[in-house]
């Protein structure tokens, strides 16, 4: 079963914490991207990788980090700095020399 | 010159009726138009896609329609059903360029 899986799908957390969120992918896609979406204002690009250990920063980087150990999974951080964390999260991902993005089902994280 | 305006925000369609979203974009470098369909509390899923060189493009009951020099495009839904109602993007990019820039969404309510 071929896919983009992420999880947890709801992940709540204290002021403060630091979390991590999970993207997995067995499509073999190259490129990984992370986007935040909230009410109203579309999607926006946290980060993205093309190949395993090399990434570039989005529109909206600060408060976020990523790695790219693995061809296959592309976790997020949402560090103590994001000031507003409140969100649901999307990854996706393509092959090189394709331009469709697909994506997995998202992780809604409530920080209070 | 990276944004995609979407329009409306929301729209509500009876069923049978035919449902119309407009974007409009600036930078004329892009060259490839794709649509996303996004259920509540899942991530989009691709609907249909364009590229410049042709001025419509029919699945089923979904029609993108490209006007390039006006620098828009649209999708049309015939025949709107409930199972239809959604938020709709639209979003645009070039060959090369690794992200995807998307519209704000639209919400569609199909009613009966």
């Known amino acids: 079963d071929g896919g983009i899986t992420q999880s947890p799908k709801y992940l709540f957390r204290k002021e403060g914490q630091n979390v991590t969120l999970s993207c997995e992918q067995n499509?073999?896609?190259?490129?990984m991207y992370w986007y935040r979406q909230d009410p109203g204002q579309g999607l926006r690009l946290i980060y993205y990788s093309q190949i395993v250990n090399d990434f570039q920063k989005g529109d909206i980087a600060e408060g976020y980090s990523v790695s790219r150990e693995k061809k296959e999974s592309f976790p997020l951080t949402v560090t103590s700095a994001q000031k507003n964390p409140t969100a649901f999260y999307l990854c996706?991902?393509?092959?090189?020399?394709?331009?469709?993005?697909?994506f997995g089902p998202g992780t809604r994280l409530t920080v209070t | 010159q990276q944004q995609v305006k979407q329009s409306p925000q929301s729209l509500i369609v009876q069923k049978g009726g035919i449902s119309i979203i407009n974007c409009a974009y600036e930078?004329?470098?892009?060259?490839?138009f794709p649509w996303y369909q996004q259920f509540p509390g899942k991530g989009p899923a691709l609907l249909i896609a364009i590229r410049p060189d042709v001025s419509e493009k029919k699945e089923g009951r979904f029609t993108i329609s490209f006007n390039k020099s006006a620098k828009q495009f649209s999708l049309h839904i015939m025949d709107s059903q409930p199972g239809d109602s959604a938020t709709y993007f639209c979003a645009a990019t070039h060959f090369g360029n690794e992200k995807l820039t998307f519209g704000t969404g639209t919400r569609l309510t199909i009613i009966p």
């Open positions: 499509l073999n896609h190259d490129a």
């Open positions: 930078n004329t470098a892009f060259d490839y």
């Open positions: 996706a991902s393509r092959t090189l020399g394709a331009a469709e993005q697909y």
